[in-house]
């Protein structure tokens, strides 16, 4: 059970677009559409952005997209603004009520 | 709307174990499965174990297998997390998440502080 890879850091400048990449093996994505995102501002508690690769739960702004693709998960960061700033982390249920999250990105707004 | 209010924080000297409460309010509490999520200092998120309240039935991850112990009092709509034998390496804030094959809503988090 290591952990999906993840870019430490990436930038932009408000009003523009991201995306962060969490790759990870086939056993990872390959059986299961379970793979969610979280935002976490320090000193809070994380907050679900995205669910079953894509779905947004109900008020999340649709600025945040989530897709995937063979071995990888994507989460996209539409209008970015400054209070987008916090780190984000994918998770993958793995089956038998086992998960494994992303090592975490660090979005910076410019 | 769920709620998931955990216990407050603790400091632990090296050995000893940590109990970690989460009660829930504000859902069916057996429809749901808790997970226990936690971060270190400087670190990510890390998926520790889930428990099915409606049995009891427990999944752990391997690098905590034998020093979590997870458990439910449905009468209190409680989840409880006790972690043995800690280490400064345990130095934590520790989460616990509905769990509906991801986390919808999350608890405050606990700092458990080991130091000697």
């Given at each position: 059970q290591s952990a999906l890879s993840q870019p430490a850091s990436v930038s932009g400048s408000p009003g523009q677009s991201i995306t962060i990449s969490c790759t990870g093996g086939s056993s990872n994505f390959g059986t299961y559409d379970?793979?969610?995102?979280?935002?976490?501002h320090p000193g809070s508690a994380p907050k679900i952005l995205i669910r079953e690769v894509r779905k947004r739960p109900s008020g999340i702004s649709p600025r945040f997209s989530g897709s995937r693709s063979a071995n990888a998960a994507f989460l996209t960061i539409s209008g970015l603004q400054t209070d987008d700033e916090a780190?984000?982390?994918?998770?993958?249920?793995?089956?038998?009520?086992?998960?494994?999250?992303?090592?975490?990105?660090?979005?910076?707004?410019? | 709307?769920?709620?998931?209010?955990?216990?407050?924080?603790?400091?632990?000297?090296?050995?000893?174990?940590?109990?970690?409460?989460?009660?829930?309010?504000?859902?069916?509490?057996?429809?749901?499965?808790?997970?226990?999520?936690?971060?270190?200092?400087?670190?990510?998120?890390?998926?520790?174990?889930?428990?099915?309240?409606?049995?009891?039935?427990?999944?752990?991850?391997?690098?905590?297998?034998?020093?979590?112990?997870?458990?439910?009092?449905?009468?209190?709509?409680?989840?409880?997390?006790?972690?043995?034998?800690?280490?400064?390496?345990?130095?934590?804030?520790?989460?616990?998440?509905r769990d509906v094959n991801w986390f919808d809503s999350w608890g405050q988090g606990t700092l458990v502080t080991v130091s000697s």
């Open positions: 379970l793979v969610s995102w979280y935002q976490h780190d984000y982390y994918c998770c993958s249920y793995e089956g038998q009520n086992i998960y494994v999250f992303g090592s975490g990105t660090k979005v910076n707004v410019l | 709307q769920p709620q998931l209010v955990q216990s407050g924080g603790e400091v632990k000297k090296p050995g000893a174990s940590v109990k970690v409460s989460c009660k829930a309010s504000g859902y069916v509490f057996n429809k749901f499965g808790i997970s226990w999520i936690r971060q270190a200092p400087g670190q990510g998120l890390e998926w520790m174990a889930w428990i099915s309240v409606y049995t009891g039935n427990t999944s752990y991850a391997q690098k905590f297998q034998g020093r979590v112990t997870l458990a439910r009092d449905e009468s209190t709509t409680s989840v409880y997390m006790e972690l043995k034998n800690l280490t400064s390496d345990d130095t934590a804030v520790y989460y616990c998440a």
